[in-house]
């Protein structure tokens, strides 16, 4: 079985300051690990993807996660928050042989000028 | 490269009705899955098929059902509608052969709203 859990279901920055948005994850079989983003009224976008090579991912907008097994952790950190960066973000897991992604509950950013 | 296509995009439906949402996946993909998104839910999923087949089921009632064509496009339909079934159904596709390594790409979405 897996799961995900994001700490904090609304987290709030002021634009240029550093977004850290929490995830931790159960898995009973080596995870793959993803991030995506929702804008308002629309699908998912994936940010990034841990797959089991480098720990430390970099994906699109700036957005980078590292993946850490001794604290079953993939946060999520950006440095600089811009206001196009206001959404609802997701961490998800999948693994093993049903391939089926698990979401955490959402983390809602907003960013304040 | 077309995305992941939903129609319709919102779908308004009485309670006691039957939903038919389709997705149809990127070229070369041939796993769809079925999620649900209701308001203070968060994503549940509801459905995986793979190569036409039915792979996994959420936790979800048999009023939810669907399948997947020979193009691997798929349906979802929804029976007996009930009001709780207002979400936002995405559809995301992968390819077997990547999806270990890759991502799952989304749609955009039906909205399917039960008065």
């Known amino acids: 079985a897996q799961s995900v859990t994001q700490l904090g279901s609304h987290v709030s920055v002021s634009e240029g300051a550093l977004v850290l948005l929490r995830c931790n994850y159960s898995?009973?079989?080596?995870?793959?690990l993803f991030w995506y983003v929702q804008y308002p009224n629309q699908g998912l976008q994936l940010l990034l993807k841990?797959?089991?090579?480098?720990?430390l991912v970099k994906g699109i907008n700036g957005f980078e996660a590292e993946f850490k097994k001794s604290e079953t952790s993939f946060h999520l950190t950006k440095p600089s928050a811009h206001m196009s960066d206001a959404a609802e973000y997701f961490c998800a897991v999948s693994g093993g042989s049903n391939y089926k992604l698990t979401f955490g509950k959402g983390t809602l950013l907003t960013v304040n000028p | 490269e077309a995305g992941v296509t939903q129609s319709p995009t919102h779908l308004i439906k009485t309670r006691g009705q039957q939903a038919t949402l389709r997705c149809s996946p990127i070229s070369g993909h041939t796993s769809v899955y079925w999620y649900q998104q209701a308001l203070g839910l968060g994503l549940q999923f509801l459905l995986w098929?793979?190569?036409?087949?039915?792979?996994n089921r959420g936790n979800f009632p048999p009023r939810f059902s669907g399948r997947q064509f020979p193009n691997y496009s798929s349906e979802l339909n929804v029976n007996a509608l009930e009001l709780e079934d207002s979400a936002l159904y995405l559809c995301a596709s992968t390819s077997r052969v990547i999806v270990d390594g890759g991502g799952y790409t989304f749609g955009s979405g039906t909205r399917l709203t039960v008065v």
């Open positions: 098929y793979d190569e036409g087949e039915e792979r």
């Open positions: 841990y797959t089991s090579a480098a720990t």
């Open positions: 898995s009973s079989v080596p995870p793959y």
